[in-house]
């Protein structure tokens, strides 16, 4: 069993930066990929970013070349820098992670184990 307990969410102005952390514990030996999802009001949980042990990442179109995801092994922990921050980034992000063996990153919720509490992250002047 892996627990996942998530930080860095808040209120920011678009254009602004947040980082978000996620760190992991219990059964970490059986991650092979950490992820981030969101989820805004009425609408499905969605893939924002995610990175195997092995360094491959995938990122939803909508945020490449703003958000980075990045993991600390050493530390078993996920961050998620967000930069240039827009309005419709609003959302719950949920940290998640996968036991699958898999070259690549799992895209759907379904892909992954465990999940972490979720933080809120709101984009507004």
């Known amino acids: 069993q892996v627990q996942l307990v998530e930080s860095g969410g808040g209120l920011v102005q678009p254009g602004g930066s947040l980082r978000l952390s996620c760190a992991a514990s219990?059964?970490?030996?059986?991650?092979?990929?950490m992820g981030w999802f969101r989820q805004a009001p009425g609408k499905q949980r969605e893939l924002v970013a995610a990175?195997?042990?092995?360094?491959?990442?995938n990122y939803a179109d909508s945020v490449k070349g703003r958000f980075t995801i990045s993991r600390d092994n050493a530390k078993k922990t996920a961050y998620l820098q967000m930069n240039s921050l827009k309005p419709e980034d609003t959302a719950v992000y949920y940290c998640?992670?996968?036991?699958?063996?898999?070259?690549?990153?799992?895209?759907?919720?379904?892909?992954?184990?465990?999940w972490g509490q979720g933080t809120q992250v709101t984009v507004s002047s």
């Open positions: 998640a992670a996968s036991s699958q063996i898999l070259s690549r990153a799992p895209k759907r919720p379904e892909g992954y184990d465990s």
């Open positions: 219990g059964s970490i030996s059986s991650i092979n990929a």
């Open positions: 990175a195997t042990t092995y360094g491959s990442t």
